[in-house]
T-cell receptor
């Protein structure tokens, strides 16, 4: 099943290169951010998260950077692999009571052989 | 452990009908959220339930409703279906409805229920 729109931003990278996916979020009061990966026909999968009191967090091959001044989030994937091809969404949690997340429009990452 | 389970995976309805979708969260997760995913609008928050109570609601008409049972399983219902309701409906569970300081808040998604309205 499709998970993307006709006009989804696309990033094409060579296998082995690093990828950087960007996201602008909307609410300066958002306290928590997550990057998700969605493959065709599947639900979104958690990649990495970051709280608003941090500006950088690293995982295995992935790094998330948060710039609260300009409300910008980025996901860096090191040594991109074919299995990384998917749509990537950033999500911000509105800092009220509950688990109300606002998702970005998504970016399609295509890894070229 | 088993992930989030959604049923049915696919269904086709006609305009005016109603539909009920089911979600079983990960064992121990008490918060269940529902999202609608369409090519045009992306992922949009519908509502969140915790301990059988709706905690948050997105900007959807009253035709969209939900509930949560004592075992944390959740259902959502869409009445008087419209063509624009065709979408992938995703359920996500997490450990708690809040605890900004004490948990990650990570949402675990199911595979979704794909609804087609003809």
């Amino acid at each position: 099943g499709e998970s993307v729109g006709l006009h989804l931003p696309t990033l094409s990278v060579q296998e082995g290169d690093n990828s950087i996916i960007n996201c602008a979020y909307s609410n300066s009061a958002s306290d928590y951010f997550i990057w998700y990966k969605q493959e065709s026909g599947k639900g979104p999968q958690f990649i990495i998260d970051i709280r608003s009191n941090m500006d950088k967090r690293q995982g295995q091959r992935v790094t998330v950077l948060l710039n609260k001044t300009v409300k910008h989030l980025s996901l860096q994937i090191a040594a991109t692999q074919p299995g990384d091809s998917a749509v990537y969404f950033c999500a911000e949690r509105i800092a009220d009571y509950g688990q109300n997340f606002v998702f970005g429009p998504g970016t399609r990452l295509s890894v070229l052989p | 452990k088993a992930g989030v389970t959604q049923t049915p995976r696919y269904l086709i309805k006609t305009r005016g009908q109603q539909v009920t979708l089911s979600c079983s969260p990960i064992s121990g997760h008490r918060s269940v959220s529902w999202y609608q995913q369409t090519p045009g609008q992306g992922l949009q928050f519908l509502f969140e339930y915790f301990s059988e109570t709706q905690r948050n609601k997105g900007n959807f008409p009253g035709r969209f409703s939900g509930r949560q049972f004592s075992n944390s399983r959740s259902e959502m219902n869409v009445s008087t279906l419209e063509l624009g309701d065709s979408a992938l409906y995703l359920c996500a569970s997490s450990k708690a409805a809040w605890q900004v300081l004490t948990n990650t808040g990570e949402l675990f998604f199911g595979e979704g229920s794909r609804l087609t309205v003809l």
